[in-house]
């Protein structure tokens, strides 16, 4: 026997770094590793579309394993928990909650004070509660554990969407009258109102993972960055940085790209021009088009390091990119209607606290 030395423990000690940043930071998506295997999927895709269903796909063969019906209304908005356990569907009104480990068809809770259209939901970053956004002007947080909704935000509009910020304590919300507005969780209250276009609804809102840009895409084609100041601790000091005229059409989704994509860091932004755009941060520079959606491109979500993007479109398809290439990997054929949203988590679950 010989014991290891030094060069040979660091070697060891960094080997076994890769070996868990493979696991749990690259996204298994095209994966061969027989370790990813799990009583769950490791990646679990989901969509939803006008025709009423809900479809868990298998995110590298293109299979779709469960379908749930969901004859209530439209589903507009997808999110899954932190811990893989629960998919989040926003319909008009409600929200439902449904089990992804089950095969049963009903939701395990169903979230029911909005009176219009549910367009945003999300959850705290542990999962302990849940943010929604609304056609009848309000955004909720509703508490997981208990019933009901806890706080209720008066936005004066149609929200259309709502991010939560990586400090896990302010909600930014855009509205249809073209408002954007931060929402401070601990005083209670509205801490920030900006307008970037007057009567032009904002779509689509966007936060860097560091919390250090804000992206707002409008009705107009246009985004609109702006940068958190050095030093605050807060959201409520905006400083415009850029304003990119992104598409001709609509936005109907804008994306900063997650942590582990670092160095690199790309805006997506989704639109009805049938394409998809990949905007480098640093100068806001386009670096590629995704073409091959034959319709309006709804809602696009990146995988855990920011090498791929799956996209939704009314063309009833939903599609995997490299973000490599710009090439379509996958196509995820089956919905009848328009597919409107997506929903992604190939990355580890987060340590219990």
């Known amino acids: 026997m010989r014991f290891a030395t ?11 770094h890769l070996t868990l940043l493979r696991k749990f930071l690259i996204s298994p998506i095209l994966s061969h590793d027989p370790e990813i295997k799990m009583t769950q999927p490791s990646v679990i895709l989901a969509t939803a579309s006008y025709d009423h269903t809900i479809r868990f796909w298998e995110a590298k063969s293109g299979r779709c394993y469960r379908t749930i019906q969901y004859p209530d209304s439209q589903v507009n908005r997808l999110e899954i928990t932190p811990d893989k356990r629960y998919l989040a569907a926003a319909g008009n009104p409600h929200i439902r909650l449904f089990d992804i480990n089950s095969n049963s068809p009903q939701p395990v809770m169903s979230y029911d004070s909005h009176t219009n259209n549910v367009m945003a939901v999300g959850f705290q970053c542990d999962g302990k509660w849940m943010y929604s ?5 309000t955004v909720k947080i509703w508490d997981l554990r208990a019933p009901g909704c806890q706080r209720e935000y008066e936005s004066r509009g149609a929200v259309n969407t709502v ?3 990586p400090n896990q304590t302010e909600l930014i919300s855009g509205d249809q009258n073209g408002n954007i507005r931060v929402w401070d969780l601990t005083a209670n209250s509205c801490s920030c109102e900006l307008v970037p276009e007057v009567d032009t609804a904002v779509r689509s809102l966007t936060v860097m993972w560091d919390g250090s840009l804000v992206v707002a895409a409008n009705n107009h084609g246009t985004c609109y960055v702006w940068r958190l100041l050095k030093g605050n601790q807060t959201m409520t000091n905006f400083e415009p940085l850029h304003k990119l005229q992104a598409h001709n059409g609509y936005i109907l989704k804008c994306l900063l790209s997650p942590e582990f994509c ?7 932004t989704a639109s009805s021009d049938h394409t998809v755009k990949i905007w480098n941060v640093d100068g806001f520079t386009l670096e590629k088009t995704l073409i091959g959606h ?7 979500v990146f995988s855990v390091d920011g090498a791929y ?6 063309d009833t398809t939903a599609k995997l990119w490299s973000m490599t290439s710009g090439e379509e990997i996958k196509t995820y054929q089956g919905h009848h209607k328009a597919t409107v949203c997506c929903a992604l988590h190939d990355g580890a679950e987060p340590s219990p606290s």
């Open 262 to 268: 670092e160095p690199h860091r790309y805006l997506a």
């Open 133 to 137: 956004g609304s056609e009848d002007g």
């Open 294 to 300: 034959q319709r309006w491109v709804w809602d696009c």
């Open 163 to 165: 991010v939560l910020h």
């Open 6 to 16: 030094g060069n040979e423990n660091q070697s060891y000690i960094l080997l076994l």
């Open 309 to 314: 993007l799956i996209t939704a479109s009314s």
